[in-house]
């Protein structure tokens, strides 16, 4: 399992890298060193949102304009037997500027794309 979690990290990490390059500035990504750790910031991600973290409820706030979307990954779990892929949730925010993000645990990473 646990090389896994590192190969998704690994993926993550230059996913993310490109994304940012990809869509110019528009996206902000914020990654979790491992399953129940804080989120940091990718790149400038905190330039573009404010996020606080209560629990595993995600506060954030953007303030570089509105935010189509928000996909929130969850991490993956095994039983031993089977390998289930974390949650995985994305939302247009019907408040574009402010919003909470809650799936009952930790997440290992949230992206927001904001409107050009």
């Not at 979690?5 to 230059?14: C, E, H, P, S, Y």
């Not at 949102?49 to 929130?72: C, F, Y």
């Amino acid at each position: 399992m646990q090389g896994v979690i590192t190969q998704r990290l690994a993926g993550l990490g230059l996913a993310a890298i490109m994304t940012l390059t990809a869509a110019g500035g528009a996206v902000a990504v914020f990654v979790a060193g491992g399953p129940g750790e804080n989120l940091s910031p990718s790149g400038g991600a905190d330039l573009l949102i404010d996020l606080a973290q209560v629990g595993n409820s995600i506060l954030w706030t953007s303030v570089a304009g509105r935010v189509a979307t928000v996909e929130t990954v969850g991490w993956p779990s095994s039983d031993g037997v089977h390998d289930l892929g974390g949650a995985l949730t994305i939302e247009a925010p019907p408040n574009q500027t402010a919003g909470t993000v809650n799936i009952g645990e930790k997440p290992m990473t949230v992206e927001f794309t904001l409107d050009t």
